[in-house]
T-cell receptor, first 113, second 111 residues
Framework: KAGVTQTPRYLIKTRGQQVTLSCSPISGHRSVSWYQQTPGQGLQFLFEYFSETQRNKGNFPGRFSGRQFSNSRSEMNVSTLELGDSALYLC????????????FGPGTRLTVT | GENVEQHPSTLSVQEGDSAVIKCTYSDSASNYFPWYKQELGKGPQLIIDIRSNVGEKKDQRIAVTLNKTAKHFSLHITETQPEDSAVYYCAAVNAGNMLTFGGGTRLMVKP
């Protein structure tokens, strides 16, 4: 079974721009969660989607948004990028909603200059 | 919200020795406790997990114990090998069904 895939793997953007990251979950998994990983804040939960509905959202500003498609693929969008948005963005999929048995992709490394 | 604290932040052991990483959580309603291993350039890998109705779980050289009363859980790795070197994260799913991570432990196994 193929694992979680994320594209692109690396991105460099300028302050003020917006970015869209993509995640394809493990086949059959309907839950997709997004996390931000930084050296200072560690791993922080952004949001979870299950069957195209946002189930949960972490403590991030409204510039961070996401969506899930009928094939369970998910995208997250960050608008008006700030330097502090530089991070590794990780996607995790699960057959179960709610944070259980999550399997992570390799992440997208976003650098904002 | 949930708060997960993890200790130590770095751990160095000799190959063949055991390693223990400890975590505490704040939300008594938390019911699921996974452990992840993250190698350089990769995403976290789920290595073992335990639910709140179980006190201990073992999988070959790794084991996890849970003390619900004290709100702490631990990862034990026996007969460590150089390939066990990585950053390990504990986590907890709370009543709000959100996964909260500890700060991580960098484990170094010296050959």
């Amino acid at each position: 079974k193929a694992g979680v895939t994320q594209t692109p793997r690396y991105l460099i953007k300028t302050r003020g721009q917006q970015v869209t990251l993509s995640c394809s979950p493990i086949s059959g998994h309907r839950s997709v969660s997004w996390y931000q990983q930084t050296p200072g804040q560690g791993l922080q939960f952004l949001f979870e989607y299950f069957s195209e509905t946002q189930r949960n959202k972490g403590n991030f500003p409204g510039r961070f948004s996401g969506r899930q498609f009928s094939n369970s693929r998910s995208e997250m969008n960050v608008s008006t990028l700030e330097l502090g948005d530089s991070a590794l963005y990780l996607c995790a999929s699960s057959a179960i909603a709610g944070g259980y048995e999550q399997y992570f992709g390799p992440g997208t490394r976003l650098t904002v200059t | 919200g949930e708060n997960v604290e993890q200790h130590p932040s770095t751990l160095s052991v000799q190959e063949g020795d055991s390693a223990v990483i400890k975590c505490t959580y704040s939300d008594s309603a938390s019911n699921y406790f996974p452990w992840y291993k993250q190698e350089l350039g990769k995403g976290p890998q789920l290595i073992i997990d335990i639910r709140s109705n179980v006190g201990e779980k073992k999988d070959q050289r790794i084991a996890v114990t849970l003390n619900k009363t004290a709100k702490h859980f631990s990862l034990h790795i026996t007969e460590t090998q150089p390939e066990d070197s990585a950053v390990y994260y504990c986590a907890a799913v709370n009543a709000g069904n959100m996964l909260t991570f500890g700060g991580g432990t960098r484990l170094m196994v010296k050959p």
